[in-house]
């Protein structure tokens, strides 16, 4: 489904990126750049309130002719950004949450393991595994 | 094929019928024949004409060697060869050979060697392998000759030889490796490991690898089919550098199974290791390690972050960031593997599942604490023992390890001469603290290493010494200073151990001082009896083989010393396995002691003059003593004298 996956840190530099490989990659790195704007003035928008759940999602960040992009964040202010293609319509909010929930659980797990220093890039195998599930499952 | 060419060959034995494994593994062995000569003459050299260009012969070299790598007696070749009609055609032909083969595994498995006993349902012929490359893959799957075995080349292997359903042990292994006996009474369980499984297959076959006695595989004591997807060379000797190690580490440990089936599988004599080191982290076994302790703890096996972080992946399966037992045996068996040179696995085997080795070792946890009981008890026996057996293990190869144990041992001693150079007697007072650490750091260690890894030394030192003997009293006498009596104080419980650790396997600091307190003990006693005797005493205390050095450094140095005087005299206070503990390393390390005896001889120098400038003191001090006594009795004298005339 997802085209492209990407795990931004909280000083907006990616711990992880990954696209599918048919694609321009660079144009979703690019994407996903530009996104973190958004992303941010959803943050700030939102207030210093409570965070719950729903407010980790924040939902379409923009869309473009051809991509939807899709954002998340933590309460660590570590973002996902998550870019789906317009053309696939069937995707439906519930599953974009869902999607979103798996990432952020394999991502605790690979801050579980203690090799892993905070702000290193992703190499968990584990991690890699469910980002392929993630975009292998409707291409 | 068979057939039609039994049908060519016309007054051939009846055909035979090959199952799909058999006719490939015959057809691969009958092309290798044939081609390792050109498809020369038979066996029995007959007219060239005899043989039908057309037809491919196996030549006579290879298909003698061929048979006679089936370890079977000659007349039974013989028999075969006879049988399969090449005798009487004169060549082998494919018929031939195909026959050929059959018998080999009927006579293999035990049947006679009859026409009809190629009708029955045999498995593979097994041949032994010898050095030839040709013969590499001869119909066992089992050859891997000098090949590395890789997983894809394995699992091809195993799809050629379907018919194998009993997974056994891998025999014929080439004699370039160590070829492993296989115990005619495998357990069955591990014949049944599932195909599917990667790895795990493939070691299975490699199961109960004796390290000591390396003797040729008999394929005549299996019965059973060859499993497929032969292991290769590599693992099986990596496997045999493992088992070699973990066999030395584990002589204390008396059981039955002291051999890793496979890679993956955790034998209980590395079962109760990681136990144990799990128990040096965190002492109930029912809790777990914390992600920081247990990455302190990894590191230290000095393996890349990277594969650290991935063995951690693999193992905590609950993904909490701390591991429980199983999952830290899982961690630690995947460790030890990797410094063994296996590539890790893609996915947690099942053998290292927690469950699995949560139900397969259910007793380790009440083991632990027999254990516990049985090593705070004896710590002094095992101290020798452990300190053999880390002697014997730094030698074999545990990947690095020994390496960094060098290394440390060599800085040790280095560190030591350089105390000792100094002689500072005012460093005494604050070496009572650091001989009490380190000997209560040092003397478990002993008593639970099992390995002379850097990883097991390093970690050990964190764990908790048993409780050391109870102190003997003060016994100090008019020492002259209080010094001498606080540094000699920490000594008196290591005496009670008796035993000297051998130098050159000493690994970190803690054991020199502890043999330093043995040997302070031992002076002790003399110190007891020195201020009581006169100067004279001096030059009979030199002659004895421990000094009495005034200040720590020079103590430390008499480790060496003392060692060596102890080897060459019987020494009087160290019990009995002393002396067999300090006899034992020395054939095993003797580049090191060539240089300790240099400075064994320059601490006896300068334990000599220390012992000198001690002895001179003491006579002053003695006259010093006389001198105020005869003050004193001079002042009574004069007291008494004026005393009559005061009182009135």
């Excluded at chain 2, 590395?148 to 490796?177: C, G, H, V, W």
Aim: charge should be neutral.
């Amino acid at each position: 489904m997802a085209v492209c996956v990407a795990v931004i840190a909280k000083e907006n530099y990616p711990l992880y990126i990954r696209s599918a490989p048919t694609e321009n990659e660079l144009k979703f790195h690019y994407m996903v750049h530009t996104s973190l704007d958004v992303v941010d003035e959803k943050i700030s928008a939102m207030g210093k309130a409570l965070v719950d759940q729903r407010e980790l999602y924040l939902g379409l960040l923009y869309p473009t002719e051809d991509y939807k992009v899709y954002g998340y964040v933590t309460n660590s202010k570590v973002k996902f950004v998550m870019v789906v293609d317009s053309s696939n319509t069937a995707l439906r909010d519930n599953e974009i949450r869902s999607m979103f929930r798996k990432l952020h659980n394999s991502y605790t797990d690979v801050m579980c393991n203690p090799f892993y220093n905070p702000g290193d890039r992703i190499q968990s195998r584990a991690f890699d595994n469910m980002v392929t599930s993630m975009m292998i499952q409707v291409c | 094929m068979e057939a039609a060419a039994g049908g060519g060959c016309g007054s051939g034995p009846p055909p035979l019928l090959l199952s799909e494994g058999e006719q490939q593994c015959y057809s691969e062995l009958f092309a290798r024949c044939a081609g390792a000569a050109g498809g020369g003459p038979g066996p029995v050299p007959p007219d060239a004409t005899r043989v039908a260009p057309g037809t491919a012969t196996a030549a006579a070299g290879p298909v003698a060697d061929l048979f006679r790598a089936s370890q079977l007696p000659a007349e039974t070749l013989h028999q075969i060869t006879e049988l399969c009609g090449a005798k009487r055609v004169g060549y082998f032909g494919p018929t031939q050979f195909y026959i050929a083969l059959k018998l080999i595994a009927a006579a293999q498995s035990g049947l006679p060697v009859r026409i009809e006993s190629i009708k029955c349902e045999l498995p593979l012929p097994r041949f032994m392998m010898s050095k030839n490359d040709g013969e590499i893959r001869f119909g066992n799957p089992a050859e891997l000759h000098g090949t590395k075995a890789q997983i894809p080349y394995l699992t091809t292997e195993k799809n050629s030889f379907k018919r194998t359903d009993d997974e056994d042990k891998q025999e014929t292994q080439s004699p370039t490796m160590s070829p492993l006996a296989s115990p005619p009474s495998s357990p069955p369980h591990y014949q049944r490991v599932p195909l599917s499984h990667g790895y795990s297959k493939l070691r299975s076959s490699t199961e109960q690898m004796h390290p000591a006695p390396y003797e040729a595989r008999q394929p005549l004591v299996q019965p059973e089919g060859p499993s497929s997807g032969g292991s290769g060379s590599k693992p099986l000797r990596h496997q045999a550098s493992l088992i070699r190690s973990f066999s030395v580490e584990r002589e204390l440990q008396d059981s039955s199974s002291s051999y890793p089936d496979e890679p993956w599988r955790i034998t209980a004599e590395q079962r109760e290791y990681y136990v144990n080191q799990f128990r040096s982290l965190q002492p109930d076994p029912s809790s777990f390690i914390s992600g920081s302790v247990a990455k302190n703890f990894f590191t230290k096996s000095k393996l890349s972050i990277p594969e650290l972080s991935y063995i951690w992946e693999l193992s905590d399966a609950d993904c909490d960031g701390a591991l429980t037992l199983p999952e830290f045996c899982a961690a630690f068996h995947l460790i030890v593997a990797r410094k063994n040179g296996y590539p890790l696995p893609e996915g947690l085997p099942p053998t290292l599942q927690p469950d699995y080795l949560q139900a397969a070792f259910p007793k380790p946890k009440r083991e632990c604490a027999l254990y516990d009981s049985y090593s705070e008890s004896l710590p002094a026996n095992q101290q020798p023992r452990d300190l053999n057996r880390m002697e014997k293990a730094s030698v074999k190869d545990m990947a690095d390890f020994p390496v960094p144990t060098q290394d440390v041992t060599g800085d040790d001693k280095q560190a030591l001469k350089s105390t000792t150079n100094e002689a500072l007697p005012k460093d005494v007072s604050e070496e009572p603290a650091t001989p009490k650490d380190s000997n209560s750091l040092k003397a478990r260690p002993r008593s639970r290493s099992y390995s002379s890894t850097s990883i097991e030394e390093a970690m050990k030192r964190g764990e908790d010494p048993p409780t050391p003997p109870p102190r003997p009293q003060k016994t100090h006498s008019r020492a002259s200073s209080l010094d001498l009596n606080k540094v000699f104080q920490p000594s008196m419980p290591a005496t009670k151990s008796g035993l000297l650790p051998p130098p050159p396997a000493l690994p970190p600091r803690p054991c020199p001082s502890q043999s330093e307190q043995v040997s302070e003990a031992e002076l002790l006693p003399q110190l007891n009896r020195a201020p009581s005797q006169t100067a004279e005493s001096s030059p009979a205390k030199k002659d004895t083989p421990y000094s009495q050095p005034p200040s720590k450094p020079i103590r430390r140095k008499l480790r060496p010393e003392n060692q060596t005087t102890e080897n060459q005299e019987p020494p009087t206070t160290v019990s009995g396995p002393a002396p067999v503990a300090t006899v034992k390393p020395h054939p095993t390390v003797q580049k090191q002691s060539s240089k300790q005896k240099k400075a064994i001889q320059t601490a006896i120098r300068k334990n000599k003059e220390a012992n000198a400038v001690l002895a001179r003191l003491n006579s002053e001090l003695q006259q010093q003593l006389k001198e105020v006594h005869q003050e004193r009795i001079a002042l009574e004298n004069q007291l008494e004298q004026l005393r009559p005339v005061t009182v009135l």
